[in-house]
């Protein structure tokens, strides 16, 4: 039995009483105030191998939210390309709005930017610090420091640049030795700057009056002139005094003067090109009339500094962002936005287009990070739009767009299934997401011989569900949710996957959707039930509830009166029915709030269910027998069922009535349930978007083991939708796989985003050491034994073996050494934390112990650790083990 020390400690308050001692225990312990408050030896809980999380699946790709922006920098550190907007993450890589590519890994940016940023640039302002680069935005802090819209990185951290900005910056550039800022403000530095400011490197200062509104695009651009370069400037405007024209202007450093007569429509970028006709400065935008052309311009335009040009005449416009790059060797200007499939290159007569990403790109770079220049893109299209199914940012790869990050799953992973087509089991998974590592299929994917496999083409997303049925055909893979098949049109709700063929099976009424698919045999052999949101199932009614026997549909009595969301069978002792969990709160006339069961002729409540209020829902059921009791358990959202209080929203019930698991582990709601085994105990594992309360260090994902609740790994960074238990066959046995939004693990982390293992024994690096000092008993020495890290929340384990069996036995823990004469041994830990820990041996003489390093132990600090067992073969009648030292990295 899985028992905690404090429990222990509860049930023998005095090892001197057990082992005989009478008071010479007390004589010689010492505690010490710090050190236990630094670590807790009711941390400490019995077991066996601690199990840790099993890198397997690789790391996401992209970035979890819009790019804007994009170019390569070297801070020091070597080249690498900068990617900015609004994000939290980079690959499996924590990062707040900027990160780093450098070819093989994503990085963060120090603290990172509160808010988005749109702009970057590289500028150096004589200072001696090089050049440096500089973000612009909507943000206010790094950190704890205030950096109002516009920060510098040193290549180690952020810097304010002067006091900012009082509104959000869209542009920058360098241009005549300075930085300019453009967007949507009218103090720079604390002085007024409408909208436009320059950074010298030391103080802001306004351009004049400034611009009439928003800059959206700066450049400079030298068009053959007496004076060299001037800045263009670009935005959304109308004409004023001292503004003649429209969205485009040009200062020369003093002054502000017309731009080619202006354009008629807003100018998104602009960017200095030679295609062989000499440097113009080429202008995107949305189309319509530049200067003086008679014939709108379709999202692009050239000026030489004279007169404006159409070299060239996309079929769509708008564009974006440019930047000079190349393609197969050949200089070209790259442009994204609305302009053919979104993303396109022109070496001065042949436009190219690179591949569909979807309907919004919006930025476009070109950087060389050792492997000869590439070409980036980044914008808000993600696994929705992209034909590739990037998050969203891409690298071409000459023929079509690839990820840039790890091969795995970026997140968004709802259904997990451990599956055999035929060919060995392997994980099929199932949910909102791009193929790993770039592909055609969209939400589904199998992992196989270490490996992920494109399966079946393109599909919609997201799958919701997946179940093995036979369906008289053999065994086939049954998914459901959004799916658009191959080539299709429009989306199936229940589909079936042969191994190489999608067929589709379920029709319900438009606007339906089915979330669930369980397998039942209700006593008249096994079928697929299809559990939603619909009332028609391929034409027959079957309200949000349908069994499916391999050749037709049927309604399953009346169906609940609400949305079904989980499904499982279980027997209360009557045999096995269906039960049902979902929204609804009537069963055709009978009381049945969010749970249900069908017996096969009829449905029936289960004394109560959780209370009907709005929001509440059973999302996950699942049965689990922990230490010789068969519950059914039931999670999803909701604080009482039936009466009862329930602070986890988990409750059990035992066919007859409903019961709380004591120990309140968490708050929040409950996605996923599952049945895991770690070789010694079965145990609940519990998935979802959870909290810990109190000292639980819960975080997504959980395990109740039948007397509490257990660190599994210290959880995951993001919401957990789907548990299932698999072996695939790689030399790990059977491991719990996790799946969802999350892009890390909390403890032991690996570089798995999306869907990560769970399972086997973390040992992680030994600085356990065996010290000696044994003191033999009946069976001879009693050996102890110790492994782990002992880094901040590692998992460690110390292993007493060969001792007497049955027998009281008391672990010394203490933080120093100065051993001591202890019933005809040397007793090593001393001074001991006080009271030492109690615990009985096994039959065998064994006591597995595990336990999770508090986080707040100084490097250095050294643990020893000793076992005093009462053994009638021993002096004075005890025997102690050998004494271990663990060093703390």
Not at 46 to 53: D, Q, R, S
Not at 558 to 579: E, K, R
Not at 709 to 723: K, Q
Not at 747 to 764: E, I, K, L, M, Y
């Amino acid at each position: 039995m899985m028992l905690s020390i404090r429990s222990l400690l509860r049930l023998l308050p005095v090892l001197s009483s057990v082992l005989g001692l009478g008071g010479a225990l007390t004589a010689q312990s010492a505690s010490s105030p710090q050190l236990q408050a630094n670590f807790d030896p009711a941390d400490i809980t019995a077991g066996g191998c601690v199990a840790g999380w099993v890198d397997t699946f690789g790391a996401g790709s992209g970035t979890d939210g819009q790019l804007q922006d994009m170019l390569e920098h070297d801070d020091g550190s070597g080249p690498a390309l900068y990617v900015s907007g609004f994000f939290t993450q980079a690959g499996s890589v924590s990062a707040q709005s900027v990160a780093r590519w450098d070819g093989s890994e994503w990085s963060a940016l120090g603290a990172g930017l509160d808010g988005i940023v749109h702009a970057l640039a590289v500028y150096d302002d004589g200072l001696g610090g090089g050049p440096q680069l500089y973000a612009a935005g909507g943000f206010t802090m790094s950190g704890g420091t205030s950096m109002p819209r516009i920060a510098r990185w040193d290549g180690t951290t952020w810097n304010a640049v002067g006091i900012g900005m009082n509104g959000p910056l869209q542009a920058l550039t360098v241009h005549d030795g300075a930085l300019y800022a453009g967007g949507s403000f009218n103090f720079a530095g604390g002085a007024s700057a409408n909208n436009i400011a320059r950074w010298d490197g030391l103080d802001w200062s306004s351009l004049g009056g400034g611009t009439p509104n928003i800059v959206l695009a700066l450049e400079s651009f030298d068009d053959g002139g007496l004076f060299g370069p001037d800045l263009y400037v670009g935005g959304l405007w109308a004409a004023e005094p001292g503004f003649p024209h429209d969205n485009l202007a040009r200062w020369n450093g003093a002054a502000w003067s017309s731009a080619g007569g202006g354009v008629t429509n807003v100018v998104w970028s602009l960017q200095t090109y030679d295609w062989g006709a000499g440097p113009h400065l080429m202008l995107g935008g949305n189309g319509g009339l530049a200067g003086t052309l008679a014939v709108p311009h379709n999202g692009i335009v050239a000026w030489d500094g004279a007169a404006w040009t159409t070299p060239l005449s996309p079929s769509t416009g708008g564009v974006q962002d440019m930047a000079l790059g190349f393609l197969f060797g050949d200089p070209v200007l790259l442009m994204a936005g609305n302009i053919l499939d979104n993303v396109a290159a022109w070496d001065g007569s042949v436009l190219t287009a690179l591949g569909d990403l979807g309907p919004f790109v919006d930025c476009v770079t070109s950087f060389d990070v050792g492997f000869g220049p590439q070409t980036a893109c980044g914008g808000p299209f993600d696994t929705d739009f992209s034909a590739y199914g990037l998050e969203h940012v891409a690298v071409w790869g000459g023929t079509d767009w690839a990820p840039l990050g790890g091969t795995g799953i970026s997140s968004g992973v709802s259904a997990l299934l451990g599956h055999d087509d035929g060919s060995g089991t392997a994980l099929y998974v199932g949910g909102d997401f791009g193929f790993p590592g770039g592909g055609a299929s969209h939400g589904f994917a199998r992992w196989k011989d270490g490996a992920w496999d494109d399966m079946g083409g393109v599909l919609g997303q997201p799958i919701l569900d997946m179940v093995a049925f036979n369906d008289g055909a053999g065994v086939n893979l049954y998914v459901c949710g959004r799916i658009l098949p191959p080539g299709g049109s429009s989306f199936w709700d229940v589909a079936r996957w042969d191994g190489s063929t999608w067929t589709q099976v379920g029709i319900p009424n438009g606007g339906s959707i089915v979330y669930d698919l369980f397998v039942h045999n209700d006593g008249s052999g096994s079928a697929l039930y299809a559990g939603g949101t619909f009332s028609v199932m391929s034409g027959v009614a079957a309200p949000n509830l349908a069994r499916y026997d391999g050749s037709s549909w049927s309604a399953v009595g009346g169906g609940p009166g609400g949305t079904v969301l989980s499904m499982t069978t279980y027997d209360d002792g009557s045999g096995s029915q269906l039960y049902a969990g979902g929204t609804f709160h009537s069963l055709t006339g009978d009381a049945g709030d969010y749970v249900a069961r069908w017996d096969g002729a009829s449905w029936s409540d289960l004394g109560g269910g959780p209370p009907l209020v709005s929001g509440h829902a059973v999302r996950a059921l699942e049965v689990a027998t922990l230490f010789g009791e068969t519950h059914l358990y039931v999670g999803g959202t909701f604080s009482d069922v039936n009466g009862i209080p329930f602070t986890e929203a988990l409750a059990r019930f035992n066919g007859t009535g409903w019961s709380d698991l004591p120990f309140a582990g968490f708050s929040g709601t409950v996605h996923a349930l599952d049945v895991d085994y770690d070789g010694v105990f079965y145990k609940l594992v519990v998935g979802g978007e959870l909290e810990g309360i109190g000292l639980n260090n819960i975080l997504n994902l959980t395990a109740w083991n039948g007397f509490g609740w257990e660190y599994y790994g210290g959880g995951v960074g993001d919401t957990v939708h789907a548990l299932t238990v698999v072996d695939v066959d790689d030399g790990w046995g059977p491991l719990l796989v996790a799946g969802g939004d999350f892009t890390y693990q909390v403890n032991q982390p690996t570089d798995d985003s999306g869907v990560a293992r769970f399972g086997g024994c973390w040992a992680g690096v030994d600085n356990w050491f065996d010290l000696g000092f044994a003191l033999g008993g009946t069976f001879g020495d009693p050996l102890l034994t110790g492994s782990g890290s002992l880094a901040p929340l590692s998992v460690n384990d110390v292993n007493l073996s060969n001792a007497f069996p049955s027998a009281f036995s008391g672990l010394f823990l203490s933080f120093a050494s100065t051993p001591i004469p202890f019933m005809g041994g040397t007793l090593v830990p001393n001074p001991w934390i006080d009271p030492p820990t109690f615990v009985t041996t096994s039959a065998s003489g064994d006591i597995p112990l595990d336990f999770v390093m508090p986080d707040n132990v100084p490097p250095g600090t050294q643990l020893f650790v000793q076992w005093a067992i009462q053994d009638p073969g021993g002096p004075s009648g005890v025997a102690l083990s050998n004494a271990l030292r663990g060093d703390v990295p």
